[in-house]
Structures are given as C-alpha cells and as structure tokens.
C-alpha cells in the first residue's frame, strides 16, 4: 500500500526501533461462523494484516476476552497479528426483536422514499443499539487506531462508538448488504455519509446499494466493489477436481453425474416450502437421484425410495456432493453473496436458483445457471438441466465466470489494499 | 456436444414459451354428481309404493266373502285354501319384506355413494386448484421477505 492511513501511523515507534506497526480496529457485531456475513468481515480484516495490526471488536462470546485469530495471523509471514476482543455482551431480545420489527414495517414504505426517519421512530431503533459497544469505548480509545473498519449496516451502535470516541480516524463501512430494503432507510444513512469508503462484495450488493442508499446514490464514488477472495481452499478443490465421480449419493455409480444436489436451508422435516419445493422435484424425478441437503439430514430420493443419512461433515464432503452431481439446486441460497452457488459453479455444476435472491446474478451474469419463480419453473429448469449439452454449457459457462471473479485471494486483497489508499488520498 | 455459449436468459423464456401452452387447470365435479344429489334414490316413487304394498293378506275375511251360502262356501274354500298354503305365503311375505328393505338399503347406500363421489370429486378439484396454483402463480413479493424492492433493484 502506497497510501492511507495505514502508511502515517501517528503513534510511538515500535518496540524494535523501528515505525510503529499501523493499527486497524475492526467494529463487527459477529466474527464468529458459517454466516456469509462474518466469513467475509474475516476475509476483509485478514487481507489488512499485510500492512498492520489488526484488532476485531466484537460482541459475540461467552465471557469477555482477548485471544490471538491464529488463522488470519498464520496467513501473514511479518509479524502482524489479528487480535479478537470479544466483549460477550448480548443486546436485549426485546430490543432486537422490536427493532426487526419496526425495520420490516419501514422497509415496506420507507425504504425508497429517502425520507428522513421521524426522531420518535429513530430513537426507538435507536434504543438499546449502543448500550453493548460502550464497553469497548475505553479499549478503542487504548488502541489509538489508524483506521477503523465498521461491519454490518445494522451496527448503529458500533457507528456512536467510533462517533464519539475516535471520530477524526478514517472509517471503512462494510455494509453487508443482504437483500433486505431495510438498508435503504434514512436512519442508517449517517453511516454511509460519513464513512470515507463503502466496501461491497458483489455486483448485487453494489446495485442494491447504490439505489436504495440516498448518500451513495449522489455521490456513487464512494462505493467500491471489491469481490471476494477464493471461497475454496485450493486443497478442497484439488480433491473435488481429482474426484468428479466419487461424489457419494449426489451422483454416483447409479446415474453417472446425472442427480440433483438440492439445499432447503431448513431442517428435513420443517413445514417449510423450500422443503415442499425439494420434495415436489424428488417425487417429480423418480428416475433421477435427487439428494436433499438440510441443516439435520441429508435425504436421497431414488426410484420412490427415500433414504436418510446424517449430513457428512466437512466442506470437502459438501464440495464433492456438489462436484459429482449434474446440478445444484439452492433453494434458500446465503443472503449476501450466495457462497454456496460460487462453490458449485467453481466445481463447474450448473445452479438452479430462486429468481428473488442474490443468487441469481451468479446464474444469470455468470451464465452458470437457471432460476425460477414458481414451483412450476424449478421443476421446467431441473428437467431441462437434465439434458446434458444444457448443463454442460451452463457448467462450463459458469465455471469460467467463478474462476475469474471469485478464486483468488491475492487480487481480492489488492482490492481491498487499493481501496484503503483511496481513502488515505482523499 | 455443441460449444456455442447459451445464453440462460433466452433459453428460460423459451422454456416459458413452451410451458405456457401446456398451463391445466384442475377437472371440476362432474354434472351427474348434481343429479344423484337432487334426486336422491330413497325418494324413487317405486320404493315408496313397495314400502306400501309388499305385505299381501294371509288370512280371508268375512266382508270379503260376503254372506249367504255362497259366502260361506267361499269362506271355507278360503280359510281352507289359506290353511293349506300358510306356511308358503308367510314365507313368501318374509321374502318380499326382506327385499324391501334390501332395495331399501340399496338406495341408502347409493345415496350415501353419490354424496361420497361428489364429495370426494370436490376436494380433489379444490386441492388440484392450489396445487395448479402453486405450481403455476408467482409469489407475492415479500411473502417469504426475500423478495421486493432491493431484489426487483439488483436484477
């Protein structure tokens, strides 16, 4: 990095002689999991470790804590370290569940409006946001940061945080956008007003937040997109590429490639309708392997037989399912990215995605796949895909477009370093 | 295997274009049941007049025979004639009263029959209608709070 904040380091020299180490504090309500979310706020604070010390802030934990993120930290051969503050602070239940509510209500017909919200709304939102980021004040304050990063455009109380205790310290929003209008509403149009960049992964989030964000929108040079690193581990595709026909009950002996891997995002047995959605395509294909992914079990319906396993663990297990089967179908796909569909489109099987999620660009832009709106559509779309010059050509499509946007992890950080720069030049 | 790119767009709205003709609608109850329902077998004019004269006289009275020798002569061939053949015509007025009430039981029973087909015709045409209708409607946008303005927005 050329530039920025993390190149003019204001504080003491290092203990070694040498220029102090910059120091990035990273605001994110969640660090912790599987949730597209904190996958990509650690992807974004481990790419800073090149030019710094990182320190993460977070409110997930069982008790308050300082431990060292040894992943992100092993990735780097200078010595910078990724530290975690866990505050373990939950925000009242009454309070998230009030707030979830009233952002549903506005989100219906505010979201577009760009009317300012009414202070009396504003402050209900605002209560009980900033009351579990006030423990970190002192600590934040200790740190003297270069730069702070803020995650997740719901943190309204991280954001009074760095409002109140280093406001003249550069700030990077990474909203994480999902599809939820709520982003559009003015209460959280502070945030993106003062933030010196706006960080978003995919083509998807950048439209969604260029429309709907009033201060993006008049000034759209603010918002930088800057993809994603690799989502497979080069170790985890190696094997999925090295095995294309051990994929277990997801293809198989059985029909050489030709079953369906369907995600319902649920457990097997919920009343839900990406479960009735998977059970229609099972019961629509009886000649056809159809494996159905849940959060509890893993069914295959084959030849009107229905076999339930448990759900191998690991991503290598999940990967090869994907890998060996002739499509992917996702029926509740992740809200801010849609990892899964990158995951299968990398291992060049084709997706079949709902036409109302973010998985959709993936299928549409990358040429990977097909979507649908109605029940009717997916059972079209999965017979189709069943010839296989379709999914073939759709894999193939699909494969080059994952390849190019979303394997590597070196041009993501450039991204990500190029951005910080920017911000520093301003 | 051709190698030409496919373009995902074109090739939905062919696939459109081509289910939109084959688009059914569910079969609805068929007209005879509306017929069983209004004319229901327990009201046939032939069973009420079997309900009204399957029991035949088994004995001979004195106004029918009259009176005089005549009639007594006929009333004595009568009871005679009775006496001999009693035990058949009980017997056969059994017979004719359990027909009676079988052909009574039959029309129940096709009664309850044609309630149960137009019934059951019913509910699968209801249930045929939402799932014609699921298979076929789009969903109402934010009905599963997915959808709506920022995803109408990205695509």
């Known amino acids: 990095m050329s530039a920025g904040p993390l190149a003019t380091s204001t504080r003491a020299a290092g203990s070694d002689g040498g220029p102090a180490r910059p120091v990035v504090v990273v605001l994110a309500a969640r660090w912790s999991g599987d949730a597209e979310a904190a996958w990509f706020t650690r992807q974004v604070a481990r790419s800073l470790l090149r030019r710094g010390d990182v320190h993460v802030v977070t409110l997930e934990g069982a008790k308050p804590a300082v431990s060292v993120d040894h992943e992100g930290t092993s990735a780097v051969d200078d010595g910078a370290r990724c530290t975690v503050h866990r505050l373990a602070v939950a925000p009242a239940p009454r309070l998230v569940a009030r707030r979830e509510v009233l952002l549903a209500a506005l989100s219906t017909v505010e979201a577009r409006s760009g009317r300012p919200t009414g202070p009396s709304v504003d402050r209900l939102l605002r209560e009980g946001a900033s009351e579990p980021w006030a423990a970190a004040d002192e600590s934040v304050l200790g740190l003297r940061p270069d730069l702070v990063v803020l995650a997740g455009y719901r943190q309204v109380g991280a954001f009074d945080l760095w409002g109140r205790v280093v406001p003249d310290t550069p700030l990077v929003f990474v909203p994480l956008a999902d599809f939820h209008p709520a982003v559009g509403l003015a209460h959280f149009d502070p945030i993106f007003d003062r933030a010196s960049a706006t960080l978003v992964a995919t083509g998807s989030e950048y439209r969604a937040v260029t429309e709907l964000c009033g201060p993006i929108r008049r000034d759209p040079g603010r918002i930088h997109r800057v993809g ?199 | 295997m051709s190698q030409e790119g496919l373009d995902p767009r074109e090739f939905l709205e062919r696939l459109q274009g081509e289910h939109r003709t084959l688009r059914w609608a569910p079969l609805p109850p068929a007209p005879a049941t509306q017929r069983w329902r209004e004319h229901p077998m327990t009201g046939e004019e032939s069973l009420h007049y079997l309900h009204d004269h399957w029991a035949l006289p088994d004995h001979v009275s004195g106004t029918e025979t009259g009176g005089g020798v005549r009639g007594r002569i006929a009333g004595l061939a009568g009871r005679l004639t009775y006496r001999a053949l009693g035990r058949y015509l009980h017997e056969e007025r059994e017979l004719l009263a359990h027909m009676v009430r079988m052909n009574d039981a039959l029309a129940r029973r096709c009664d309850e029959l044609a309630r149960a087909v137009a019934d059951r015709q019913v509910a699968d045409a209801e249930n045929q209608a939402f799932l014609a209708a699921w298979l076929q409607a789009e969903p109402p946008p934010g009905s599963r709070g997915e959808s709506g303005p920022v995803a109408e927005a990205v695509h």
């Open chain 1, 228 to 426: 994603l690193p690799a989502t497979i581990e080069p170790a985890a595709r190696a094997d999925v590429e090295r095995h294309p026909s051990d994929a277990g009950p997801g293809g198989g002996e059985a029909d050489s490639g030709s079953g369906v891997v369907m995600f319902t995002g649920c457990g097997a047995d919920d009343h839900d309708r990406a479960v009735a959605l998977a059970r229609l395509a099972a019961l629509a294909f009886p000649r056809v392997r159809v494996t159905v992914v849940s959060t509890d079990a893993l069914d295959v319906w084959f030849g009107g037989e229905r076999t339930r396993s448990p759900v191998p663990e690991g991503a290598s297990a999940v990967l090869r399912l994907m890998g060996g089967a002739a499509m992917t179908v996702d029926l509740r796909p992740g809200a801010l990215f849609a990892r899964r569909c990158i995951d299968s489109l990398l291992c060049g099987t084709p997706v079949v995605v709902p036409a109302d999620s973010r998985a959709r660009q993936h299928a549409e832009s990358g040429a990977g796949g097909l979507w649908f709106s109605s029940p009717g559509e997916l059972i079209w779309c999965v017979e189709a895909m069943l010839e296989p010059d379709v999914r073939r050509r759709l894999g193939a499509q699909g494969k080059r477009y994952a390849d190019a946007e979303f394997a590597s992890t070196p041009a993501f950080v450039d991204r990500v370093e190029a951005v910080i720069g920017r911000v520093g030049a301003r």
